[in-house]
C-alpha cells in the first residue's frame, strides 16, 4: 500500500496571498495524482488530476505540479471560498487507491 | 451531468451488514469507461477507499475489508451497492459513492454522502 503524506496539517493564510499544500507519496506514482476539495458537509470536489491538469471548471487559480513523490498544490491567490479541506490521492499502484490524510487550509 | 445518490439505514447494530445502495443518473453503471466505487469518511481514518464494481460485475476491493465486503451491479435499475458485514463500531463513517474513469483512477463525480453509525 502507498501511504501519502500531506503537510501542514492546517495552514493559515490571509485572503488574497498564496497558499501552497504538500503532497508525499511514499514510493514513486508518478504523475498519478489528484487533488480534492472538500467543504464542511459535502462530498469531496475533484480539483486536479494527472498531477497538473485542471478538472472541467476549476478556476485558473488553482494550480498542481510534481512528479514521482513529492507533489505541491498552489491556489495563487485564495478566495473565501477556497477555505476548506484538501486531500490528494494516487492511482498508480492499487489496489488499494489511498489518499493523504488532508490539509485544512484556515483564514489567518 | 452525472448524478450519485447513496441511500440505506443510518444505523446498524453490531456485528450485523451494512448495506447501501448508489442510485447513477446521467450515466450507465453498465459502462466499461468507469469504475463505480464505494469510499469512507471517518474521523479517525480520513479517505479510505473500500472497493469498486466495473463493467457490471467485475470488482476488486480494499485488501483491509476484503474478507467482509461485496460489491454488486444492479444494471436495469442503475444502481450498485455495498454490503459490509460484521461490522463495529470502527465502521461509523460516512459513506460516499464515486465515479471513477477506468483508465485513471481519480473521483470525477461523488454522491453527497450518507452517515452510518454502528451502535447497538
Known sequence: ?108 | QVHLQESGPGLVKPSETLSLTCTVSGGSVSSSNYYFNWIRQSPGKGLEWIGYIYDSGSSNYNPSLKSRVTISVDASKNQFSLKLSSVTAADTAVYYCARMRAVAAFADFWGQGTLVTVSS
Open chain 1, 1 to 108: 500500500e502507498i501511504v501519502m503524506t500531506q503537510s501542514p496539517a492546517t495552514l493559515s493564510v490571509s485572503p488574497g496571498e498564496r497558499a501552497t499544500l504538500s503532497c508525499r507519496a511514499g514510493q514513486s506514482v508518478s504523475t498519478n495524482l489528484a487533488w480534492y476539495q472538500q467543504k464542511s458537509g459535502q462530498a469531496p470536489r475533484l480539483l486536479i488530476y494527472d498531477a497538473s491538469t485542471r478538472a472541467t471548471g476549476i478556476p485558473a487559480r488553482f494550480s498542481g505540479s510534481g512528479s514521482g513523490t513529492e507533489f505541491t498544490l498552489t491556489i495563487s491567490s485564495l478566495q473565501s471560498e477556497d477555505f476548506a479541506v484538501y486531500f490528494c490521492q494516487q492511482y498508480d499502484n492499487w489496489p488499494p487507491i489511498t489518499f493523504g490524510q488532508g490539509t485544512r487550509l484556515e483564514t489567518k
